[in-house]
């Protein structure tokens, strides 16, 4: 139940304007990134034509014929969408365990695997650009994908073992009953029964991969390169490239964008994990 | 690995011991084992890529390392060498000038924003979600769309001057002494909304007999959320500063992104201390002393914290 204030003309009115003007404060800062990338270079550091300019696709063509914008796109659909998958597919029986064959030493994995998402990445940047120059993985796909499910692996199995240990035991233990093994059980019983929640798990993984820069950009070159590299890569010294800029940075959250307009409550369930039904 | 059920331990994960445990009357050794063999080598694996860096970075930070790593041991002078670094010590006040703000603020917006949201809104799960649209964007946009709303010549401060008020200045992102607060400003905003929705679900959940007491009792609203609903919501102001702390700690690419680590070096951080020694300054022992330290920080906090909840369950 909410706390209801007594009716008044400000609960009326004053609360729902105050929510919207916040919420376009929120909002401000992207659609004015989709406006500037309509604006030619030029246009984007004029002062006259902050509001006013004509409008110009020259930017999305500039960034799909010279800059190899479906590469980088590919690229990023790849290695986000391999390494969700791969997550799930390990994280899936690792939470399942966890939730229905608990032992001694449960918890403390749990805690010592969100413990290592705390360490800061620079510390470990070296040592990793040094082996995997040395054994030939960098700048490759599969070097990216494993790198994204290793660092979003205790996230999806802490998110998935909040959601499978509201499941009755007693729904697994009938199928236990009826004599399906391990795998059935994940697949027939607990998958169907979970799926929300899983949902919502694979929607945030798939964002935090897409999202990654600080790996994706210093392990790759080129053949591996995502939307965040391309992103680096246009960034310029002050005041330049704006126009281009503000395409590149918004076609690559415009799939995030979209994705998270049609999926709305897994978006929300999935970033609170699991704490907003 | 399969244990009966242990006696009751309260604490955080209490369901989790209480969870009935089977005894798996069919399959067979491999069967009841598959999720493990499933997560073991990945787990090996992160056992190797955790400690293993950790421990080489440990041991580098030891020799006279340079552009290249040297594997002779010469004790701790990179140590005495960081901590006469000027820069370092910027780095370090930045970061627990950015962290605190940052979480103190989001917290305080968050709550606001909650309460508001809570009174019933049309159309509240639209507006939860544009609140929320900021968190699901990477570092890197994030800097790049304040950097031009934040630049003197094209953002708010032209605008501003536009509009008629030809003293208004807005220079932070150019100024050395408050280039920080432009980091705390947009991670605020991608920030704020997630601490929010975070908020709003423990409002929810809050008990309705106790609002309804509370109102019979006559208490303003006010009241009610300051002496009952805030009490009530502990648990979520410690997830929300131990997830907020956590993005603080990354905040390597909006630093990246947004200031570059500058004007000069005023905005660094570890993070980019750390980058800057090992990849552009060829000096690689003292950007593993400066992770090191680092790594010894964030562990002093993290054990105790573990150490304690291992203690609640009794262990």
């Not at chain 1, 009953?177 to 979970?194: F, Q, S, Y």
């Amino acid at each position: 139940m909410a706390i209801v204030a007594k009716s008044s003309k400000f609960g009326k009115y004053g609360r729902p304007t105050l929510a919207w003007i916040v919420g376009l404060l929120f909002f401000f800062p992207i659609f004015w990134m989709v406006l500037t990338s309509f604006k030619t270079d030029a246009d984007a550091v004029k002062p006259e034509h902050l509001i006013w300019f004509t409008p110009t696709l020259e930017n999305y063509l500039n960034m799909t014929e010279n800059y190899d914008y479906w590469r980088f796109a590919k690229n990023s659909v790849i290695t986000a969408v391999m390494a969700t998958l791969f997550t799930l597919f390990v994280g899936i029986p690792a939470a399942y365990a966890m939730a229905f064959n608990p032992s001694r030493a449960t918890k403390d994995v749990l805690m010592w695997m969100l413990s290592t998402k705390m360490l800061p990445a620079a510390a470990v940047l070296y040592p990793m650009t040094f082996l995997t120059k040395s054994v030939g993985l960098f700048d490759t796909k599969f070097l990216i994908v494993m790198v994204l499910s290793l660092i979003n692996l205790p996230i999806v199995i802490w998110m998935l073992f909040t959601y499978f240990k509201e499941i009755p035991k007693d729904i697994i233990e009938a199928g236990k009953m009826d004599g399906v093994n391990t795998w059935g059980e994940i697949k027939e019983i607990l998958i169907p029964l979970a799926w929300g929640g899983i949902a919502s798990t694979a929607l945030l993984c798939f964002i935090f991969c897409w999202n990654e820069a600080y790996w994706t950009v210093r392990l790759t070159t080129t053949d591996a390169a995502t939307l965040s590299k391309l992103i680096e890569g246009n960034r310029a010294p002050e005041g330049l490239f704006f126009g281009r800029l503000s395409a590149v940075s918004a076609a690559a959250v415009g799939p995030i964008v979209v994705l998270g307009w049609f999926c709305q409550k897994q978006l929300v369930q999935g970033l609170t994990f699991g704490a907003v039904k | 690995m399969i244990e009966r059920p242990g006696r009751h331990r309260p604490g955080r994960f209490s369901e989790m011991s209480d969870a009935p445990s089977f005894s798996l009357r069919t399959g067979h050794w491999f069967e009841r084992h598959l999720p493990k063999i499933v997560v073991l080598p990945l787990f090996a694996l992160s056992l190797f890529f955790v400690y293993g860096f950790i421990a080489w970075t440990a041991y580098i930070s030891l020799t006279p390392s340079g552009i290249m790593p040297n594997y002779e041991l010469q004790g701790f002078a990179q140590y005495e060498r960081l901590w006469a670094t000027p820069r370092w010590y910027v780095a370090i006040t930045n970061l627990f000038v950015f962290t605190s703000l940052f979480i103190v603020i989001s917290m305080a917006i968050g709550i606001l924003l909650a309460i508001l949201l809570d009174q019933r809104v049309r159309a509240e799960g639209l507006i939860r979600t544009i609140y929320l649209y900021p968190m699901a964007l990477s570092f890197i946009v994030t800097g790049t769309v304040w950097k031009w709303i934040l630049n003197p010549g094209l953002g708010i401060e032209n605008l501003v001057r536009k509009a008629g008020f030809e003293d208004f200045t807005f220079d932070w992102l150019v100024n050395s002494d408050y280039a920080i607060y432009t980091l705390v400003i947009a991670a605020v905003w991608q920030s704020s909304g997630y601490a929010m929705a975070l908020f709003l679900a423990g409002l929810r959940s809050v008990d309705d007999e106790i609002l309804k007491a509370a109102a019979v009792d006559g208490a303003s609203s006010w009241k009610t959320y300051t002496s009952i609903v805030l009490p009530i919501l502990r648990p979520v102001f410690l997830s929300t500063v131990i997830i907020l702390a956590h993005l603080a700690i990354k905040s390597f690419d909006l630093v990246v992104a947004l200031t570059g680590g500058g004007p000069g070096y005023a905005t660094d951080m570890p993070a980019t201390f750390m980058y800057a020694f090992a990849f552009q300054r060829s000096e690689l022992g003292v950007a593993a002393a400066s992770a090191t330290i680092m790594l010894m920080t964030i562990t002093a906090i993290i054990v105790p914290y573990l150490y304690s909840e291992l203690r609640k369950t009794g262990q």
